[in-house]
T-cell receptor, first 114, second 112 residues
Framework: GAGVSQSPRYKVAKRGQDVALRCDPI?????LFWYQQALGQGPEFLTY????????KSGLPSDRFFAERPEGSVSTLKIQRTQQEDSAVYLC????????????FGDGTRLSIL | QKEVEQNSGPLSVPEGAIASLNCTYS??????FFWYRQYSGKSPELIMS????GDKEDGRFTAQLNKASQYVSLLIRDSQPSDSATYLC????????????FGTGTRLLVSP
C-alpha cells in the first residue's frame, strides 16, 4: 500500500448536506493536489498544497469548497451545502518536491448528490 | 479554445498495430508534458513524461514533443487489447504553477 489512498471510494449525499473527502498521500511527498473529474472529461485542477501551505486554490469553484492539510500529510476536501453539479469523481494526487516531479493519483472518491 | 486539446475518439486499431495519439496545447510557456492512461473507473496512471523537444522511448511507448508547433504525441507500438483505455494528455505551465492542465482524453480501442 505505497500509493495515494482516498476515502471513501463512494459517497452519496442529499443536496444541501456537507461532505468531507480524505486523501492520504504517498509517504514523503511534499506536494498534494486535488482535481475534479466529470464524466467523459479530463481532471480539472482544484487546489495545491506544499506541505501544510495551500499555495494555489484558484480552481475551487465556489466558497462552498474548502481544503486543508494541517500537518502537511493527510488532506481533507470539504464541500458545504452540496449541489447536484458537485457530482463528480474527486481525485487526489501527490508528488515529490520539484517542478518536473510527476504526480501520482489515488483511485478517487465518486461523489453523487441526489 | 481549450488549453489542451485531444481528439476524443474512439481511436480503433487492430492488435499489433501502432496507435498514434495526439495533443495540442495553447500555452507557449508550458514546460512539462505527461501522458496518463485511465481505465474505466480507475485513476489516471502515469506512463510517459517529456520535457524537451524530440522523442523519448520507454518500451512500447514513444512520446514526441514539438514546442514550436505546440504539439505532443504518444505512439504505442505492437498495441495490445490491454492497452484499450482513455489516454490523457497533461501539461504543466511556467515554473510558478504546479497544476496539471488535462485534455479531455482520447479513447483507444485495440481489437484482437
Amino acid at each position: 500500500g505505497a500509493g495515494v489512498s482516498q476515502s471513501p471510494r463512494y459517497k452519496v449525499a442529499k443536496r444541501g448536506q456537507d461532505v468531507a473527502l480524505r486523501c492520504d498521500p504517498i509517504s514523503g511527498h511534499v506536494s498534494l493536489f486535488w482535481y475534479q473529474q466529470a464524466l467523459g472529461q479530463g481532471p480539472e485542477f482544484l487546489t495545491y498544497f506544499q506541505n501544510e501551505a495551500q499555495l494555489d486554490k484558484s480552481g475551487l469553484p465556489s466558497d462552498r469548497f474548502f481544503a486543508e492539510r494541517p500537518e502537511g500529510s493527510v488532506s481533507t476536501l470539504k464541500i458545504q451545502r452540496t449541489q447536484q453539479e458537485d457530482s463528480a469523481v474527486y481525485l487526489c494526487a501527490s508528488s515529490r518536491q520539484g517542478f518536473n516531479q510527476p504526480q501520482h493519483f489515488g483511485d478517487g472518491t465518486r461523489l453523487s448528490i441526489l | 479554445q481549450k488549453e489542451v486539446e485531444q481528439n476524443s475518439g474512439p481511436l480503433s486499431v487492430p492488435e499489433g498495430a501502432i496507435a498514434s495519439l495526439n495533443c495540442t496545447y495553447s500555452d507557449r510557456g508550458s514546460q512539462s508534458f505527461f501522458w496518463y492512461r485511465q481505465y474505466s473507473g480507475k485513476s489516471p496512471e502515469l506512463i510517459m513524461s517529456i520535457y524537451s523537444n524530440g522523442d523519448k522511448e520507454d518500451g512500447r511507448f514513444t512520446a514526441q514533443l514539438n514546442k514550436a508547433s505546440q504539439y505532443v504525441s504518444l505512439l504505442i507500438r505492437d498495441s495490445q487489447p490491454s492497452d484499450s483505455a482513455t489516454y490523457l494528455c497533461a501539461v504543466k505551465g511556467d515554473t510558478g504553477f504546479q497544476k496539471l492542465v488535462f485534455g479531455t482524453g482520447t479513447r483507444l480501442l485495440v481489437s484482437p
